[in-house]
Nanobody
Framework: QVQLVESGGGLVQAGDSLKLSCVAS????????MGWFRQAPGKEREFVAA????????YYADSVRGRFTISRDNYENTVYLLMNSLKSEDTAVYYC?????????????WGQGTQVTVSS
């Protein structure tokens, strides 16, 4: 049974930093590209960032490029999202996801999400 468990969310002020983690189990982690998505209240889920299976390739949504950094540790089966210079518009539930194909629009597995709230 595949499980992706996010953690690290919370309430922070604008300009602060936060680091999310997502631990994967039940799959061969280094066979999967990993991504982060988010969904704000009343909005559709949107892509945030993705990292290739070996961590060498990454890409970001325009709205977070330069502020967020995605990384992974294949020994710990964990993917991270470091979020700097947070803005109120970053408030959302953040989800990690796993895909067999890097840069795919389809992801095979999803976590339950962690809430990030940025107060202005």
């Amino acid at each position: 049974q595949v499980q992706l468990v996010e953690s690290g969310g919370g309430l922070v002020q604008a300009g602060d930093s936060l680091k999310l983690s997502c631990v994967a189990s039940g799959l061969t982690f280094n066979n999967y590209a990993m991504g982060w998505f988010r969904q704000a209240p009343g909005k559709e889920r949107e892509f945030v960032a993705a990292v290739s299976w070996n961590g060498y390739s990454t890409y970001y949504a325009d709205s977070v490029r330069g502020r967020f950094t995605i990384s992974r540790d294949n020994y710990e089966n964990t993917v991270y999202l470091l979020m700097n210079s947070l803005k109120s518009e970053d408030t959302a539930v953040y989800y990690c996801a796993a895909s067999k194909i890097y840069a795919s629009i389809d992801y095979d597995y999803w976590g339950q999400g962690t809430q990030v709230t940025v107060s202005s």
